[in-house]
């Protein structure tokens, strides 16, 4: 009895609980697994089709026969609205490896309080930004909000890929789509917010924009969440922990 109870309770579990499970599979491991053998992250282990029963068998085989091969670094972009956390994802990421590339954009707009120069942004004339986008120095710019400027730096980025750093690319939507077509090795990340109203209540409790800014960025959120099926990957920061623990996965980062 007990063993047809345990049987039933195997069946039960989640493709993913299951895979997670097993030592050295990270969430963005297990992501690509089903990804690769074309199961949903839904689906439970005693209702897979033949195939996919056989496909997932032949995984665990492979796994028990082949140690894992070190993990390439994948330079990754990571977007989203504004307030919905992406700077403290990045610093997340870099706190754990301190030699992460983090890209810092240049940007027309004045400095809001607290920000310093080339920490969070390189605050530059219309004229200056006119000369990087003429003479090809950006990476990727567009017009934010309908207000203001931001691009970034391209030769910081090739650099870091170049020399095997991580690459972590802090920007808006519209330009993570410019990066993906100049480098298509890198992973587009779209960082969600747990929900609308969440969203609004960060954009509000910010206190670095009037109402008058606010409701142009939330007009421009609405319609940069409807791209997020255009991405890779889509992470709900509803845990900056859980976040920062998932990029560095996509990014084959190891956390031991």
């Known amino acids: 009895m007990a063993q047809a109870d345990s049987s ?35 689906k439970r ?29 994948i330079p990754l972009v990571l977007a989203g609205p504004s307030g919905v956390g992406k700077g403290t994802v990045a610093s997340g990421v870099r706190s754990h490896r301190p030699d992460t590339f983090v890209s810092v ?9 607290g920000e310093i120069e080339g920490e969070h942004y390189f605050f530059v004339p219309d004229q200056e930004f006119d000369r ?8 990727e710019w567009a017009t934010v909000h309908g207000e203001h400027r931001y691009g970034t730096p391209r030769l910081p980025v090739e650099q870091a890929v170049r020399e095997g750093r991580p690459v972590l690319l802090e920007i808006d939507v519209q330009g993570a789509m410019s990066v993906k077509q100049a480098m298509p090795e890198i992973r587009l990340v779209f960082l969600l917010p747990p929900s609308w109203d969440a969203l609004v209540d960060r954009l509000a409790s910010r206190g670095t924009e009037d109402e008058a800014q606010q409701a142009r960025r939330l007009t ?17 920061n509803d845990d ?14 190891s956390q031991e």
Do not use: C, W, Y
């Open 220 to 236: 421009t959120a609405e319609h940069e969440l409807s791209l997020a099926d255009r991405f890779d990957v889509r992470v709900v």
């Open 105 to 113: 954009s240049v940007t027309t707009r004045s400095p809001r309080p």
């Open 45 to 73: 282990l005693g209702f897979l089709g033949r195939r996919q029963r056989n496909a997932l068998r032949a995984v665990l085989h492979e796994r028990a026969g082949n140690p894992d091969p070190v993990r390439p670094i």
């Open 8 to 42: 039933s309770a195997e069946a039960g579990i989640r493709v993913p609980d299951f895979l997670g499970s097993l030592r050295g599979l990270g969430v963005g491991k297990v992501a690509q697994i089903l990804e690769r053998l074309q199961i949903s992250e839904r």
């Open 240 to 253: 900056v922990s859980e976040a920062v623990h998932f990029v560095l996965e996509l990014m084959g980062i």
């Open 132 to 139: 990087m986008e003429r003479e090809s120095e950006l990476l």
